[in-house]
């Protein structure tokens, strides 16, 4: 079979039976097709590449300026796409198996400072309750609270119906990568600003929408909607974090909810439940902030973490004089 056929089929299995949204795996098949092209350019096909093919590719991203990051993700890709030919019997022998991956740079995702993200907040909880306040300004609120309280992605929060709150509760049930259902719980403030939202601010905005323009799903209302009553897009989210935040995104304050909870004392299984990480190894970005935490809690309570030297008597001689003051060794 032909590159672009079985590119086509594999498509289908990944948006079919994974069941990923279709930015997913418009990704995905943009990786294969830059293999595809390469391996074209060596007269093979998708179906027929061996170990060497895949070894000159990330030779050739290497050459090409592509970091280790990208080169990890792309071989990633190609794993997962030789997998499904072997499961399906179309291929005899996996080619990635056996294949070290770039070393990906773990760096943290950029955050905000808590004292950034509360003058943020701050802000627009202002302009929500201004006596003259609009229902767009409600709005605004309701999704830079949700964004930062529950870590969403802006494609979990632009896919929120009105029947997936539960406000008395406190939380959320959000649908993530490959349709999977997680509970987000939701602190007080951004209960507050959401139901301030439902009552004060989305009637008002659902009611100038046509009934043609309405988008209904099967489970109930699209929860944040434009000034014409339409579901809001990933990029008008985008656009109101940066006015709100300079040049944030909706994903930096993802990475903010996760940063302040580890610094905090949150633990990395926590975090990585309420992010939705299929894997913990996902969450591990955020290691040395927990041994950050780790390392002062030990300091502080273990026996020998934080052992003084014994205050000098006053009549002791001048020369001791500096150890009056308790002294911390090292840990």
């Given at each position: 079979?032909?590159?672009?056929?079985?590119?086509?089929?594999?498509?289908?299995?990944?948006?079919?039976e994974?069941?990923?949204r279709?930015?997913?795996?418009?990704?995905?098949?943009?990786?294969?097709?830059?293999?595809?092209?390469?391996?074209?350019?060596?007269?093979?096909?998708?179906?027929?590449?061996?170990?060497?093919?895949?070894?000159?590719?990330?030779?050739?991203?290497?050459?090409?300026?592509i970091?280790?990051?990208?080169?990890?993700?792309?071989?990633?890709c190609?794993?997962?796409?030789?997998?499904?030919?072997?499961?399906?019997?179309r291929?005899?022998?996996?080619?990635?198996?056996?294949?070290?991956?770039?070393?990906?740079?773990?760096?943290?995702?950029?955050?905000?400072?808590?004292?950034?993200?509360?003058?943020?907040?701050?802000?627009?909880?202002?302009?929500?309750?201004?006596?003259?306040?609009?229902?767009?300004?409600?709005?605004?609120?309701?999704i830079?609270?949700?964004?930062?309280?529950?870590?969403?992605?802006?494609?979990e929060?632009?896919?929120?119906?009105?029947?997936?709150?539960?406000?008395?509760?406190?939380?959320?049930?959000?649908?993530g990568?490959?349709?999977?259902e997680?509970?987000?719980?939701?602190?007080?403030?951004?209960?507050?600003?959401?139901?301030?939202?439902?009552?004060?601010?989305?009637?008002?905005?659902d009611r100038?929408?046509?009934?043609?323009?309405?988008?209904?799903?099967?489970?109930?209302?699209?929860?944040?909607?434009?000034?014409?009553?339409m579901?809001?897009?990933?990029?008008?989210?985008?656009?109101?974090?940066?006015?709100?935040?300079?040049?944030?995104?909706?994903?930096?304050?993802?990475?903010?909810?996760?940063?302040?909870?580890?610094?905090?004392?949150?633990d990395?299984?926590?975090v990585?439940?309420?992010?939705g990480?299929?894997?913990?190894?996902?969450?591990?970005?955020?290691?040395?902030?927990?041994?950050?935490?780790?390392?002062?809690?030990?300091?502080?309570?273990?026996?020998?973490?934080?052992?003084?030297?014994e205050?000098?008597e006053?009549?002791?001689?001048?020369?001791?004089?500096?150890?009056?003051?308790?002294?911390?060794?090292?840990?």
């Amino acid at each position: 079979m032909g590159n672009t056929g079985l590119l086509r089929d594999y498509q289908t299995y990944l948006r079919v039976e994974k069941g990923l949204r279709p930015l997913t795996c418009e990704a995905y098949l943009s990786d294969l097709r830059t293999f595809a092209e390469f391996i074209e350019e060596r007269n093979g096909v998708l179906m027929m590449a061996v170990q060497e093919d895949l070894t000159a590719f990330l030779e050739h991203l290497r050459a090409h300026g592509i970091d280790s990051r990208s080169a990890a993700r792309k071989l990633s890709c190609l794993r997962g796409f030789y997998k499904w030919l072997l499961l399906d019997r179309r291929i005899h022998h996996d080619p990635t198996v056996n294949m070290e991956s770039p070393k990906a740079w773990k760096v943290l995702p950029k955050s905000l400072a808590e004292p950034e993200v509360a003058e943020m907040l701050e802000r627009a909880q202002m302009a929500a309750t201004h006596p003259q306040a609009q229902a767009t300004a409600l709005r605004d609120r309701a999704i830079l609270e949700l964004l930062y309280a529950g870590g969403l992605r802006v494609s979990e929060v632009t896919a929120l119906g009105t029947s997936d709150l539960a406000l008395d509760l406190g939380r959320v049930q959000v649908r993530g990568k490959g349709d999977k259902e997680r509970i987000v719980p939701l602190g007080r403030s951004a209960v507050e600003a959401l139901e301030n939202y439902l009552r004060e601010g989305r009637p008002h905005l659902d009611r100038i929408s046509t009934a043609r323009r309405r988008n209904q799903r099967k489970d109930g209302a699209r929860l944040f909607l434009s000034l014409r009553g339409m579901p809001l897009t990933r990029q008008w989210v985008w656009h109101l974090v940066k006015m709100a935040t300079g040049n944030a995104s909706p994903h930096m304050l993802r990475h903010s909810c996760a940063t302040h909870m580890v610094e905090h004392g949150a633990d990395l299984r926590s975090v990585q439940l309420l992010l939705g990480h299929a894997d913990i190894s996902t969450t591990q970005i955020y290691t040395h902030l927990a041994l950050g935490r780790l390392k002062a809690v030990h300091r502080m309570h273990h026996p020998r973490g934080m052992r003084k030297v014994e205050v000098m008597e006053p009549d002791e001689t001048a020369s001791n004089a500096e150890m009056k003051e308790p002294q911390e060794e090292p840990a």
